[in-house]
Antibody
Framework: QVQLVQSGSELKKPGASVKVSCKAS????????LNWVRQAPGQGLEWMGWIDTNTGTPTYAQGLTGRFVFSLDTSVSTAYLQINSLKPEDSAVYYC????????????WGKGTTVTVSS | QTVVTQEPSLTVSPGGTVTLTCASI?????????PNWFQQKPGQAPRAVIY???NKNSWTPARFSGSLLGGKAALTLSGVQPEDEAEYYCLLYFGGVWVFGGGTKLTVL
């Protein structure tokens, strides 16, 4: 079946880096764009941007700093979110979400990866 | 900065009907914003219930419907069930950018 499987929870110290993975299965990976969404504790959903899985071109939401990097490894149908120079305020659940072919919905979501930044 | 607003909270009785709305401070919401609605229960990932204004996914209960109402996107639940208690988020598209609403906490009481 179609699914996105994300990597497990991470506990990091401020200033470190983390790389979250999102492995797709059950469909042709490069056919569907991939979005990243974060949710801080007790807060709402925030769209972070998306990556064109065909070209590897990332698009970041306005205000998202250069510390966030979207990338791909199409050979293993996996997208990555790397966060550098982690800050405590980066603590959140990070979701990947597939965008439909028509680009009008986010139809399949990963279960989320919890990143906790604490000294 | 595009801001999308939703009612912070709503309460409905079991079997009742409730409408959640989603507005944009930049102007009327249209079909070109491809309104999406997501249901999120505690500890779970969001699940899409409505996409592209009024389309349902295969798992969306028949009591859920989406529409445009008075310049806003709307999600109506008719015959609300206890399991509908959740946080609901709308999502709008603005020319290459997606923006989530702040969410509506729906209580079934």
């Amino acid at each position: 079946q179609v699914q996105l499987v994300q990597s497990g929870s991470e506990l990091k110290k401020p200033g470190a880096s983390v790389k979250v993975s999102c492995k797709a299965s059950g469909y042709t990976f490069i056919t569907y764009a991939l979005n990243w969404v974060r949710q801080a504790p007790g807060q709402g959903l925030e769209w972070m941007g998306w990556i064109d899985t065909n070209t590897g071109t990332p698009t970041y939401a306005q205000g998202l700093t250069g510390r966030f990097v979207f990338s791909l490894d199409t050979s293993v149908s996996t997208a990555y979110l790397q966060i550098n120079s982690l800050k405590p305020e980066d603590s959140a659940v990070y979701y990947c979400a597939r965008e439909s072919v028509s680009r009008t919905s986010m139809d399949v979501w990963g279960k989320g990866t919890t990143v906790t930044v604490s000294s | 900065q595009t801001v999308v607003t939703q009612e912070p909270s709503l309460t409905v009785s079991p079997g009742g009907t409730v409408t959640l709305t989603c507005a944009s401070i930049t102007g009327a919401v249209t079909s070109g914003n491809y309104p999406n609605w997501f249901q999120q229960k505690p500890g779970q990932a969001p699940r899409a219930v409505i996409y592209n204004t009024s389309n349902k996914n295969s798992w969306t209960p028949a009591r859920f419907s989406g529409s445009l109402l008075g310049g806003k996107a709307a999600l109506t639940l008719s015959g609300v069930q206890p399991e509908d208690e959740a946080e609901y988020y709308c999502l709008l598209y603005f020319g290459g950018v997606w923006v989530f609403g702040g969410g509506t906490k729906l209580t079934v009481l």
